[in-house]
């Protein structure tokens, strides 16, 4: 019991220390916050295979440049870091569930000529 305790800690830990190295690493550009080359490699350089279970929560944080950091380090990993990076309950884009008008509404590319 003392261990599981001990060990949620120290993951919650680490996972503020990425956070940290995510957040000293982060560029501005038109007054928006975002993640650029220098996060990834930053953050690529203090993590190990050790850490795809905590990049794997970085995925779900509220913070969205957190989990676009956590992702684009994950892809780095190799494959023990893209099979991170697959979850069974996420379903493809095109089975996205939106109505005929929201559908409507998405400016994508136009169709490609033949």
Known sequence: MVLAV??????????????????RNTGF???TRGMNMYTLIALRSC?????????????????????????????????GGRAALDDPARRPLSAYPLDARER?????CRAAAH
């Open 6 to 23: 001990a060990d949620v800690a120290a993951a919650a830990a680490r996972e503020d220390e990425l956070k940290r190295v995510i957040n």
């Open 29 to 31: 550009a038109h007054t």
């Open 47 to 79: 993590v190990t295979d050790a850490d795809l279970p905590v990049l794997r929560r970085l995925l779900f944080d509220r913070d969205y440049v957190t989990q676009l950091s956590a992702a684009g380090v994950l892809v780095d990993m190799g494959a």
């Open 104 to 108: 409507k509404r998405i400016r994508g």
